[in-house]
């Protein structure tokens, strides 16, 4: 899986959002981590880590080693609280659930990443 690394840390970094937004949760984070050593010969140490991970959420940085750069635009962020919506998650900080949607209506393809890194968590818009 690429995406996983300091010098490529896009996969990663969607994933982190994923997590710090609530669309994913703890056990999700785990569970996509297990599916990442199943599904790859070689992957970064911090995937073992993640495992079991079960900290503070701000601490996923600190397992992970580097913090993933990945520029999401604000209709991008606000698509994943989209995702966060439909799957009842309390939002914090985030957009109105309309304004979530719409984004995510807009941004198909946030939802379509989704889908490929989480295949085992069901969204239906």
Known sequence: MNGLTRENSS?????????FIDA???KEL?????MVMES????PDYIAELLNFDAPRFHIIKSI???PGRSFTEQEDEAIFGI???RNRKVFDGPSKDRALNSLHKNHEILTEFRTSF???QVEV
């Open 11 to 19: 996969t990663i970094a969607f994933v982190v959002n994923c997590y």
């Open 119 to 121: 295949p085992f968590i």
């Open 65 to 67: 080693g580097f913090c």
């Open 40 to 43: 790859a010969e070689l992957y």
């Open 30 to 34: 785990q569970q996509w981590a297990f």
């Open 84 to 86: 966060a919506y439909l």
């Open 24 to 26: 994913i949760d703890t």
